[in-house]
């Protein structure tokens, strides 16, 4: 049993220990956003989803009502070939706070509370420096909303990763109607509503009570539209009308309009602070959509992918291809389009760049800095890309991808720019090609996965399944 007393909240509000006068306090903030140099360090915002498929956008043609997002993408840049580090969560979250290989920090899969089979507890490396280690010599101040997912109990606590405040659950599906595992910073809350919402609100509260003068870094991870399907049951019945034929594709487009409206009210709120031309926000989502049983199964997960393979857990482009959108007014030219790849763990070297700090020395970073891509500069990617899990592994290397699933005879290979559904296997054509990739990824893995969890090879059904005729390749 815990030490710590639980709280209950019927509010989303996050408890405060001193009285705000909130109208004196917002228009004095207001007034020195106004008088801070356009040079100094931007705020940065990470708007995190949970599950988001590359086609879910109404930028990208999708049929659900995004018009935040959208604005979003019109006055900003669309990154259409940006990659989550993993196909799943805890990993993509790893590589997202460390601008690492996830395997490199301890979190090679999803971290859990036990031991699953070969796959033991893991948690994030406190060796390991995050983004909010990293900005805290420019003066900034943290804080994270939402999903953690890195880690349990009181050593592994957000707080003890350099954030500043964390209002949120630790779990990776925590229930939205009613959340488990929430903790303001490490004492335990039971909140009411729905948790998308909730989120909302203390993300909106903190850009109401930050201090304008001095820099912020927002992690807002949503668990939407990650399962449990738990959406407001007025934006089930709408998508139940436009999608009568797609079982629980309703409650899933239904949460990502939830999630949309609060991207809306994270907006309104820099604009309202006068905080928006100085603040870079940043959209994307952990991985690709979920054709687990609770989720979409696998044909609401294909119609989420658009014409890409597969989906999450796959190291395919479904399962790895995420929406990436960032905005930032005066660096970053409205309604751009990149198609250059990038990855989740450029964002650490990204954020140092834009802050206009340089890694310290002993800070091992292996994304890049893709702020001469946002910006619309030059940029070409250095180094190779790879991706392992227990059942598959990916290289990307210039034109060329390589994917090997673990139960199959051999790797696949595609040229990905020219061929995204990854439709068109080149491996017996290009043995010399597949040879020369398997050896960078083993090196790869020599270097940065010291404790691998052993490769399982049987495929998980509901992730990889049978083509048309039996066949598993293409």
Same mark, same amino acid.
């Given at each position: 049993?815990?030490?710590?007393?639980?709280?209950?909240?019927?509010?989303?509000?996050?408890?405060?220990?001193?009285?705000?006068? $909130?109208?004196? *306090? %917002?228009?004095?903030?207001?007034?020195?956003?106004?008088?801070?140099?356009?040079?100094?360090?931007?705020?940065?915002? #990470?708007?995190?989803?949970?599950?988001?498929?590359?086609?879910?956008?109404?930028?990208?043609?999708?049929?659900?009502?995004? &018009?935040?997002?959208?604005?979003?993408?019109?006055?900003?840049?669309?990154?259409?070939?940006?990659? !989550?580090?993993?196909?799943?969560?805890?990993?993509? +979250?790893?590589?997202?706070?460390?601008?690492?290989? /996830?395997?490199?920090?301890?979190?090679?899969?999803?971290?859990?509370?036990?031991?699953?089979?070969? #796959?033991?507890?893991?948690?994030?490396?406190?060796? !390991?420096?995050?983004? /909010?280690?990293?900005?805290?010599?420019?003066?900034?101040?943290?804080?994270?909303?939402?999903?953690?997912?890195?880690?349990?109990?009181?050593?592994?606590? &957000?707080?003890?990763?350099?954030?500043? @405040?964390?209002?949120?659950?630790?779990?990776?599906?925590?229930? %939205?109607?009613?959340?488990?595992?929430?903790?303001?910073?490490?004492?335990?809350? #039971?909140?009411?509503?729905?948790?998308?919402?909730?989120?909302?609100?203390?993300?909106?509260?903190?850009?109401?009570?930050?201090?304008?003068?001095?820099? *912020?870094?927002?992690?807002?991870?949503?668990?939407?539209?990650?399962?449990?399907?738990?959406?407001?049951?007025?934006?089930?019945?709408?998508?139940?009308?436009?999608?009568?034929?797609?079982?629980?594709?309703?409650?899933?487009? !239904?949460?990502?309009?939830?999630?949309?409206?609060?991207?809306?009210?994270?907006?309104?709120?820099?604009?309202?602070?006068?905080?928006?031309?100085?603040?870079?926000? =940043?959209?994307?989502?952990?991985?690709?959509?979920?054709?687990?049983?609770?989720?979409?199964?696998?044909?609401? !997960?294909? %119609?989420?992918?658009? /014409?890409?393979?597969?989906?999450?857990?796959?190291?395919?482009?479904?399962?790895?291809?995420?929406?990436?959108?960032?905005?930032?007014?005066?660096?970053?030219?409205?309604?751009? =389009?990149?198609? @250059?790849?990038?990855?989740?763990?450029?964002?650490?070297?990204? %954020?140092?760049?834009?802050?206009? $700090?340089?890694?310290?020395?002993?800070?091992?970073?292996?994304? @890049?800095?893709?702020? &001469?891509?946002?910006?619309?500069?030059?940029?070409?990617?250095? +180094?190779?890309?790879?991706?392992?899990? +227990?059942?598959?592994?990916?290289? *990307?290397?210039?034109?060329?991808?390589?994917?090997?699933?673990?139960?199959?005879?051999?790797?696949?290979?595609? $040229?990905?720019?020219?061929?995204?559904?990854?439709?068109?296997?080149?491996?017996?054509?290009? /043995?010399?090609?597949?040879? @020369?990739?398997?050896?960078?990824?083993?090196?790869?893995?020599?270097?940065?996965? &010291?404790?691998?969890?052993?490769?399982?090879?049987?495929?998980?059904?509901?992730?990889?399944?049978?083509?048309?005729?039996?066949?598993?390749? $293409?």
């Amino acid at each position: 049993m815990s030490l710590v007393k639980s709280m209950s909240y019927t509010t989303s509000r996050r408890p405060r220990f001193r009285p705000v006068c $909130r109208a004196l *306090l %917002f228009l004095a903030a207001s007034l020195v956003a106004a008088a801070r140099a356009a040079e100094g360090p931007p705020h940065i915002v #990470v708007i995190l989803a949970d599950d988001l498929g590359w086609a879910d956008l109404g930028s990208d043609g999708s049929r659900i009502d995004t &018009p935040n997002l959208d604005r979003l993408a019109q006055e900003g840049m669309k990154l259409t070939r940006f990659y !989550a580090s993993a196909p799943m969560c805890s990993p993509t +979250r790893a590589a997202l706070l460390t601008g690492r290989y /996830p395997h490199s920090v301890g979190v090679p899969e999803l971290a859990s509370q036990s031991a699953r089979g070969d #796959v033991p507890v893991l948690a994030l490396d406190h060796a !390991a420096i995050t983004i /909010p280690e990293a900005l805290k010599p420019a003066g900034y101040h943290s804080v994270a909303v939402g999903k953690w997912h890195l880690g349990f109990g009181p050593a592994n606590f &957000p707080r003890t990763h350099g954030f500043d @405040e964390f209002w949120g659950s630790l779990l990776g599906t925590p229930n %939205f109607w009613q959340p488990r595992e929430t903790y303001h910073n490490e004492e335990p809350i #039971v909140v009411h509503g729905h948790y998308t919402d909730l989120l909302t609100d203390q993300a909106v509260e903190i850009l109401e009570e930050h201090e304008a003068a001095r820099p *912020l870094f927002l992690y807002l991870a949503y668990n939407a539209p990650h399962y449990p399907l738990e959406a407001l049951p007025e934006l089930v019945a709408k998508y139940r009308r436009r999608f009568p034929d797609r079982g629980f594709f309703a409650a899933y487009a !239904a949460m990502i309009e939830q999630l949309d409206t609060g991207v809306g009210r994270i907006l309104a709120a820099l604009e309202q602070r006068g905080l928006a031309s100085q603040t870079l926000v =940043v959209f994307t989502s952990d991985n690709g959509p979920s054709a687990e049983p609770p989720a979409l199964g696998p044909a609401g !997960a294909e %119609f989420s992918n658009g /014409p890409l393979r597969e989906y999450k857990f796959s190291t395919h482009e479904g399962g790895i291809r995420v929406p990436f959108l960032a905005r930032w007014p005066g660096r970053i030219k409205p309604g751009s =389009v990149r198609s @250059e790849p990038a990855v989740m763990m450029d964002l650490l070297p990204t %954020f140092l760049a834009a802050a206009g $700090r340089n890694p310290a020395p002993d800070h091992e970073l292996h994304g @890049e800095s893709i702020l &001469p891509l946002l910006t619309g500069g030059d940029y070409a990617r250095a +180094r190779p890309i790879h991706w392992e899990t +227990r059942l598959n592994a990916a290289v *990307l290397a210039g034109e060329w991808k390589l994917v090997h699933q673990y139960w199959q005879p051999g790797p696949f290979l595609y $040229r990905i720019a020219e061929d995204p559904g990854e439709q068109r296997d080149l491996a017996a054509q290009h /043995p010399e090609k597949v040879a @020369e990739l398997l050896a960078l990824h083993d090196a790869w893995k020599a270097r940065h996965y &010291p404790n691998p969890i052993p490769r399982t090879l049987k495929k998980s059904t509901y992730a990889f399944p049978e083509l048309p005729g039996g066949d598993a390749r $293409r």
